[in-house]
Each structure stands twice: as C-alpha cells, then as structure tokens.
C-alpha cells in the first residue's frame, strides 16, 4: 500500500539544549533528520515526503536533501507555532493519497516492517497508530501523594508514525482548527470526531531523541544494528 508522510520538522528543541533546531544534531554520522528521512527514501511504498519547516531553515533543509540525494521530498510548507498547525500545513497542501502517515522527525529508528503495518491497517479501518506496552509501574500522583496503582495491562506509550486514510485526517485538521481546539497527536483529532483508533505495535528502540540522554541511546541503537548488518 502506497503512501505519503508528514515531518514535523519546525521545533526548537529546548529539551535538547542544544542551542539550535535539534534535527540537526549528528547522531554518529548523520544528522537526526537525515537518518529519519533516510527510512522513507528507502521503503519503495512511500510516494512523497512532506515537511514542514522554518522559513530560515529551509535553504539548509534543502542543502541536506542535496547532499543525501533525498528526492522523495514533495514540498516545505512553513511550519507552526505547534505540531498539529505544522501537520496541518502540509495537509493543505497535499493532493488526496490513500494513507498518509505522521511521524516525528526525530524518531529515527521506525522499522519498515511497522510502517507497512501501519499502513495496511490505516488503509483498512482508517486508522492506526504504534505504541509499546508500559513496562513500568504507573501511579496517579497529586500533590506529591499516591492516589491510585494503574493497571499497566491496558496502557501503552504512543509513539509514532500514526497512520490515517487521508479524508479523515484533513476532516479532523480542519475540525480542530475551526473551533479553535489543540490535542497532543493527531490520534486526538481523529478521536474527536468519534472515529476509532487501532493499536499496531512498535518496538522500544522506536525512541525519540528529545534530550541529551536520548543521544547516548540513540548512538547505541545505531551502533548495534551496525553490528547486525
């Protein structure tokens, strides 16, 4: 099943602490964004890569997808002030694919085998995202005291890409910028307006790099897969 993708690609990274847009930051001989981008030039389903950036940005954008000889780009809307006004950015400007998939460029290590999941399903049902199981105990917490043990069974840590029939997205893009509403994925989108979501199940090296901390894991995760090969 053929399909497009969003790249978010217009943070500031301040977790990083980096002191420039994370994306840019080598993970061992790459840059971030160049090893997500990487995946979707080589998975011969992917018919379009979109990604949204800063205005001042874009010129280096460009000089990284030149160097890398990435051509799957189809265009470099402006980004917003949030993720969900830069996805939307590109779904404007986007003609209607089956599948369209978001995921967040500094997520480099999804596989090619979960991404055709995703894929599959979103095209079957209309929606579906990954997501690993919770490994860790987890407790509601309010003014630094315990109120209730969770059962851990039935949680999952969402990651993505999360993968839409497209009319059904640009819907709940459209929805929410209407009456003014932010959700923290666009799964959320998609929840409000009453559609269901299915789970397709990732793996925990699908992180993503967000601190400092996340660069030792991610070196590691490259390092072994080198190994591997």
Same mark, same amino acid.
């Given at each position: 099943m053929r399909y497009e993708v969003v790249l978010p690609a217009a943070g500031s990274g301040k977790r990083m602490g980096a002191g420039q847009n994370k994306l840019f930051l080598t993970l061992v001989d790459k840059p971030i964004l160049v090893h997500t981008l990487l995946v979707f030039e080589s998975d011969e389903n992917c018919s379009g890569i979109w990604? $949204? /950036?800063?205005?001042? %940005? &874009? $010129?280096?954008?460009?000089?990284?997808?030149?160097?890398?000889?990435?051509?799957?780009?189809?265009?470099?809307?402006? @980004? @917003?002030? %949030? &993720?969900?006004?830069?996805?939307?950015?590109? #779904?404007?400007?986007?003609?209607?694919? %089956?599948?369209?998939? /978001?995921?967040?460029?500094? &997520?480099?290590? #999804? +596989?090619?085998? =979960?991404? =055709? %999941?995703? +894929?599959? /399903?979103?095209? &079957?049902? @209309?929606?579906?995202? $990954? @997501? /690993?199981? $919770?490994?860790? +105990?987890?407790k509601v917490v309010e003014h630094g005291l315990i109120k209730e043990t969770v059962d851990r069974e039935s949680l999952w840590m969402i990651q993505t890409p999360q993968a839409f029939r497209f009319d059904l997205l640009a819907q709940a893009e459209d929805v929410a910028e209407k009456v003014g509403f932010l959700g923290t994925d666009e799964a959320m989108l998609v929840e409000r307006l009453g559609h269901d979501i299915h789970i397709v199940e990732s793996s925990y090296e699908n992180v993503k790099m967000t601190t400092q901390e996340d660069l030792i894991f991610g070196e590691a995760i490259l390092n072994r897969r080198k190994q591997i090969i």
């Open positions: 990604l $949204a /950036v800063k205005d001042e %940005e &874009r $010129a280096f954008v460009q000089s990284l997808l030149a160097n890398y000889n990435i051509t799957k780009v189809k265009g470099l809307p402006t @980004g @917003g002030a %949030e &993720r969900q006004h830069s996805v939307h950015s590109c #779904i404007k400007e986007m003609q209607a694919v %089956e599948v369209v998939l /978001v995921h967040d460029a500094a &997520r480099p290590f #999804i +596989t090619l085998p =979960t991404i =055709t %999941e995703l +894929t599959n /399903v979103a095209y &079957r049902k @209309g929606a579906a995202i $990954a @997501g /690993v199981h $919770a490994k860790d +105990t987890m």
